[in-house]
DNA sequence: TCTGGGGTCCTAGGACCC
DNA sequence: TCTGGGGTCCTAGGACCC
């Protein structure tokens, strides 16, 4: 039996336990740059904002009705999210944290209600950490996602043709067989995990349209007519586990760092510093896994919305000499990969660092001339030194020249215009209670 | 004017091997 | 009636997730 406990519209969440006007309201929250809603209170939803939407759409449509947009503030939701995991780890023996606002547990062995177990989890959530959220429960990963669904739909949508006693907590082995079918035929074919926008037109097509329907299928069939994939989920819904929880998650296979820019780049030097930027950002990020990649993949491509704009789209491989998550030879491999693909005459919109071949720092291959010297590994002690006071001093505090000096020269940094304070990871975004 | 970022997995096809 | 067979590795692209 597994529990998926999810986060209800969490980073909307996040943001009115610190600024509690926002209830109530419809609030948003913008990817990077402000480009589009990622998150949505239920008061937007019900204003119709689409997950995805456009922001500028958002406002085109719906002119000034009162909804708050914000940037996305990752740090906070991050800091939010290790709290809530830290809860939601005690209500089973085994968690995998499948994304920040989302995790599995296995409730394997658990004896007496374990919807009872559940309510009193989010209560203690809602109350230690202020996020609203919601449980489902049930024999595969899969129908634990369907039963979330629903018991958020409950919630949210009281008296709309559920069976009562969904709200919140649902429970889909608890429930009769017929109320259960009775459920599966409300519910849409592309709210099942895994199957997509693509997937969920090809199965209405045909004739699968709800979830009743999709677990009737015969895997064989599943699998000849879709793939693998389709064949697992339709087994999954018959309740035959295929995918087990994955509780020691093994080493990324990749790192990246990618963004689009806040104004359109045409000329070389705005970009080498960017990819210096991202590159040094993703060997940070490397460094903090204990990872080192083998090969550097950069690309730049221009607009694709702008369709009336000639367009270019390119990416290079750089193999680095020897494994390394050091951010100078990273950042040297990626400007060497943007000097490939770099040809003038197109507005550039987005540029990327992804390091790939990824393996364990620990057991790379020494070198003689490096064991040698004396003192040690200079290089690793260098980039050790650079992450301590980076870490102390804030990120930034060092950085390669090649990223530029900041200022107005950085034109290219992406928008950001109503990002709320760091209010738990940051000493001077610390919020002050005021009395009376 | 304004359309995200960071991942994983699967499949098909080509190159190459003996 | 016919172009060998069997295998691996790599890459690009598609689809999905949040």
């Known amino acids: 039996m597994y529990a998926l406990l999810d986060g209800n519209n969490f980073y909307v969440s996040c943001e009115r336990v610190f600024r509690p006007s926002l209830r109530g309201r419809p609030v948003i929250v913008l990817s990077n740059n402000d480009g589009c809603a990622i998150a949505r209170s239920n008061e937007a939803k019900a204003l119709g904002i689409a997950m995805a939407e456009p922001w500028h759409q958002v406002r085109q449509r719906l002119g000034d009705a009162g909804v708050v947009a914000l940037s996305a503030n990752f740090t906070l939701y991050g800091d939010m999210s290790s709290r809530m995991m830290s809860l939601a780890a005690g209500l089973g023996p085994a968690q995998e944290i499948y994304s920040i606002d989302e995790c599995f547990v296995d409730l394997g062995g658990l004896r007496g209600d374990l919807r009872a177990r559940a309510q009193r989890l989010r209560e203690r959530i809602h109350q230690w950490i202020g996020v609203p959220s919601c449980v489902g429960i049930a024999p595969t990963k899969t129908l634990a996602k369907l039963a979330n669904h629903i018991a958020k739909d409950a919630e949210r ?15 889909l082995g608890t429930l009769p067989p017929s109320d259960l079918d009775a ?13 997509g926008r693509r997937l969920g037109a090809q199965l209405r097509e045909a004739g699968v349209a709800n979830v009743l329907q999709l677990r009737a299928l015969d895997p064989a069939l599943a699998r000849r007519r879709w793939s693998v994939v389709v064949e697992r989920t339709v087994r999954e819904l018959q309740g035959q586990p295929c995918v087990a929880l994955d509780d020691q998650p093994g080493p990324r296979k ?8 806040g104004v359109a780049v045409d000329t070389l030097a705005p970009l080498e510093e960017a ?23 950069t690309f730049i491509h221009t607009n694709p919305f702008r369709r009336w704009e000639k367009q270019y789209s390119r990416a290079a491989t750089v193999p680095l000499r020897r494994p390394s998550a050091e951010t100078g030879p990273i950042v040297q491999a990626a400007l060497r990969g943007l000097r490939q693909v770099w040809k003038p005459g197109f507005r550039i919109h987005k540029a990327g660092v992804i390091l790939l071949d990824l393996q364990d720092a620990a057991v790379q291959q020494g070198e003689l001339a490096l064991e040698a010297e ?12 650079l992450d301590q006071i980076n870490d102390r001093w804030g990120r930034g505090t060092l950085q390669v020249a090649s990223a530029g000096l900041g200022g107005e020269a950085r034109s290219w940094t992406m928008k950001q215009q109503w990002r709320t304070p760091h209010y738990t990871t940051s000493w001077d975004d610390l919020p002050v209670a005021h009395a009376g």
């Open 157 to 171: 949508r009281p008296g709309h043709s559920y069976p009562a006693g969904l709200a919140g907590v649902c429970d």
């Open 254 to 261: 990749e790192v990246s760092c990618t963004r689009a820019f």
């Open 183 to 195: 459920l599966l035929a409300l519910t849409d074919v592309g709210e099942v995990w895994g199957i």
């Open 374 to 385: 004396p003192g040690g590994r200079p290089r690793e002690r260098l980039a050790q030194a």
């Open 275 to 297: 990819v210096s930027e991202y590159a040094s950002r993703a060997a940070f990020k490397l460094r903090e896994d204990g990872s080192a990649a083998a090969q550097v993949l």
